[in-house]
């Protein structure tokens, strides 16, 4: 199969991790060169989230409810990255980054992930499964790379149909492609150990509750307009994100997957992690959640220290770390080249033959073979024939003018 060498643009990627992390260095090594004082968790820190969130929401939802209808795409954009920030906050609550209390980061997670209706424990189990085998190829529960060998020999029509609406350029999927994450690993009792299973049913207690209540209260007051209008179209924004989010935080061109013999925890925390620079106003309603390595290396420092946690670890490992700058450039290199898994060159195209060359056969082999042989002598009897003429001649010319050959 060609190997095309890729060079990253320095425009998308303006730090390429350079080389890989040695193998002496551990995940204890990365966590202790981060200060102590940026994994202290600050309450009223964590509540001003809260109160920002609501708060921005508010706004949006306002907006929302007044601008005309041509100006609605812009106020659902608006509104459904507030959304996001009710994940975020849930997020460093399933991390116990959020507060010093079990109990507070339980009832604060699941009331921040209820109108987003996520299931918060379910989410955890899942989630902490992802920080544990970041990049691990068959194991990592986000966003694994499609199997070649699959894709051609076993997939069916409709089952390629979905991965490449999902993993394209453009994709008509991709950005609601966390949907289907959702989907499938949250409501499913059968994923979960029995002494998960009380939490996990609380969870999804809220959420059917959540949701009975919800719903018919929207449709009464509002009707189905008001419910896709204030609800559904900002709700697909914040998934939209979360897509773009979990796919940009692990996959890029020049990050492999690996394979579990080839696995090493430190270097998936720092190397396989990308930190991306997203538009000031994103990164304001979604609390710094792509500031991402410092938050693979360590879970529990709060997402309002990150950017200082960030700084720390560049300046001991950042030869070994990855950045990206958010834009359409970036989605367009992931989506178009990071299709199907490669073993050397981390991702292969969809359009490349993934089949493997059917071997000659013996008999072939020895036709072509005589062949080749025949030709040869053909070629070398014709050069000896050219070559004596040229001789005769080049002698004929020297004795002739007197000339010494060159």
């Excluded at 507070?104 to 699941?110: A, I, K, R, T």
């Excluded at 209706?117 to 544990?132: A, M």
Aim: contains cysteine.
């Amino acid at each position: 199969m060609a190997s095309v060498e890729r060079r990253p643009d320095p425009k998308i990627y303006p730090h390429v991790a350079e080389g890989a992390l040695p193998a002496s260095v551990r995940h204890g090594d990365l966590v202790q060169s981060i200060p102590i004082e940026l994994f202290e968790i600050s309450e009223v820190k964590a509540f001003a989230q809260v109160l920002g969130t609501l708060a921005f929401t508010a706004v949006g939802l306002y907006i929302t409810s007044i601008v005309p209808w041509y100006l609605l795409p812009l106020a659902w954009i608006f509104t459904g990255t507030a959304f996001t920030g009710w994940f975020v906050i849930g997020h460093d609550c399933g991390h116990n980054s959020f507060s010093k209390y079990a109990i507070v980061n339980d009832v604060v997670g699941v009331s921040m992930f209820l109108p987003l209706f996520y299931p918060f424990e379910p989410w955890r189990i899942q989630h902490n499964w992802h920080h544990n085998n970041t990049n691990k190829l068959y194991v990592d529960n986000a966003w694994q790379p499609f199997q070649a060998q699959y894709y051609d020999q076993q997939a069916t029509t409709l089952e390629r149909a979905v991965m490449h609406s999902i993993r394209a350029w453009p994709s008509p999927m991709y950005p609601i492609s966390s949907i289907g994450h959702w989907i499938q690993y949250h409501f499913d009792f059968n994923l979960f150990k029995p002494c998960q299973q009380r939490k996990v049913n609380i969870s999804l207690a809220a959420i059917a509750i959540g949701a009975a209540v919800f719903f018919p209260a929207t449709l009464m007051t509002v009707g189905v307009w008001g419910l896709v209008k204030f609800w559904l179209m900002p709700w697909l924004i914040f998934h939209f994100w979360l897509s773009t989010f979990t796919l940009v935080h692990h996959t890029l061109p020049h990050i492999p997957f690996k394979p579990e013999a080839d696995w090493r925890n430190a270097e998936a925390r720092l190397s396989g992690t990308v930190h991306c620079e997203y538009p000031f106003w994103v990164e304001w309603l979604t609390w710094h959640i792509n500031v991402h390595v410092p938050h693979h290396v360590s879970t529990r420092i709060p997402s309002y220290n990150l950017r200082r946690a960030h700084q720390a670890l560049k300046s001991q490992w950042g030869k070994y770390i990855n950045e990206a700058v958010f834009g359409v450039p970036l989605l367009k290199d992931i989506l178009a080249n990071c299709q199907l898994y490669h073993e050397e060159e981390n991702y292969q195209t969809f359009a490349k033959d993934t089949r493997p060359q059917p071997k000659p056969q013996p008999a072939e082999i020895s036709k072509e073979s005589s062949k080749e042989v025949s030709s040869a002598q053909e070629t070398t009897t014709e050069a000896t024939s050219t070559t004596t003429k040229r001789t005769k001649s080049q002698g004929k010319g020297s004795r002739d003018t007197g000339a010494q050959p060159r």
